[in-house]
């Protein structure tokens, strides 16, 4: 079982930042791709940023320049430093995590979700 567990969130103003972090523990192989997801109040979930094992980082047009995703993989974690943040940016984050996993002498791909981080952002 592989579980996350995001911190990070809150209220800030409009130009302000936060960074979130998803901390991922269980019997983890390896750390895959690692990304954050978005979903504002009737809005479908989308992606936001992802960053691969090679550490290489893919971005959401809406925030490119502004969002940062990075990963400790000794420390099993995946942030996002969000910065000046606007209005359209509130919404609930939440990490993704792709897992191998070895568990009875086979390894396994898992995928697991956290439960969410409320990002809130007045004008």
């Known amino acids: 079982q592989v579980q996350l567990v995001e911190s990070g969130g809150g209220l800030v103003q409009a130009g302000g930042s936060l960074r979130l972090s998803c901390a991922a523990s269980g019997s983890i192989f390896r750390l895959n791709t690692m990304g954050w997801y978005r979903q504002a109040p009737g809005k479908q979930r989308e992606l936001v940023a992802t960053?691969?094992?090679?550490?290489?980082?893919n971005y959401v047009d809406s925030v490119k320049g502004r969002f940062t995703i990075s990963r400790d993989n000794a420390k099993n974690t995946v942030y996002l430093r969000l910065d000046s943040l606007k209005p359209e940016d509130t919404a609930v984050y939440y990490c993704n995590v792709d897992v191998s996993v070895y568990s009875g002498g086979y390894y396994y791909s898992k995928t697991a979700w956290g439960q969410g981080t409320q990002v809130t952002v007045s004008s």
């Open positions: 960053c691969a094992s090679d550490d290489s980082t």
